[in-house]
């Protein structure tokens, strides 16, 4: 999986049930700003501006997940 991901050609983050942040690649860290060390299992909050409704883009993302 990490190496589809690698070869994807954009920017792939991977999160978990709580919103941490399980994989980030090089072209997330280009375009972020961040290296994987500096965001790995913090939440997406450090990237995402506060006022982007993340959570429910989220919780939509799992449970549209879950039904598959």
Do not use: C
Request: no cysteine; charged share 20%; aromatic share 8%.
């Amino acid at each position: 999986v990490t190496q589809a991901f690698s070869q994807a050609g954009t920017a792939m983050i991977v999160l978990g049930k709580e919103a941490e942040i399980l994989y980030w690649d090089q072209s997330a860290a280009m375009l972020f700003g961040f290296t994987s060390e500096e965001v790995l299992n913090k939440s997406i909050d450090i990237v995402v501006p506060g006022n982007i409704p993340h959570e429910e883009l989220v919780d939509d993302a799992l449970e549209s997940n879950q039904q598959e």
